[in-house]
């Protein structure tokens, strides 16, 4: 079937407005992951879903991260209060089992926080 | 800090040479590697897996070798074209089971 989609594909936000990101992973995949990647590194681990059930959150930079899968499908990154440092590429990415899979990335959603 | 890391930040070969990319990493608990390319404004693609129990694995056009003596891996792309060139990302399966730890990427850049 299609891929992970994510939306919007860019955004740009005031200091201080909040923000959702969404990611819609590959039908069925049990498993879903919050990556955050600044420019020019590799993207860092936010958060881990398996269905709707948040297991890790460790990677979430302050507690102006949350993230939720009410359903276990579709998930939604908010950021509250959008900080300049928050600029970055968030990347979504879901795998068929729990562990050590295959996690199969979205195109990502460039942030801008001005 | 960071236990996944690349040895050369770029790479440049001419179309139909074969090229390498190498990364190291400090975890001897490490079991499971993956290989990503990212092309510009896209996220990682994967290209190709290995666990700790084998020492190579092969794909179309790609090789993966680890070295767990000396913590090692590579990747290898046979005759490279154009469309090989992306920033390539080695990633290891933290402690967790589940979480990718991603290294800084190398640029590989393929002239005519």
Redesign the interface.
Known sequence: GAG?SQSPRYKVAKRGQDVALRCDPISGHV?L?W?QQAL??????LT?FQNEAQL?KS?LPSDRFFAERPEGSVSTLKIQRTQQEDSAVY?C?S?FG???E???????TRLLVL | GESVGLHLPTLSVQEGDNSIINCAYSNSASDYFIWYKQESGKGPQFIIDIRSNMDKRQGQRVTVLLNKTVKHLSLQIAATQPGDSAVYFCAEILNSGYALNFGKGTSLLVTP
């Open positions: 992970v498993s992951f990556y020019g590194q590799g993207p860092e681990f881990y890790d990677g990347l990415a795998s729990p562990a050590e295959t996690q199969y990335f979205g195109p990502g």
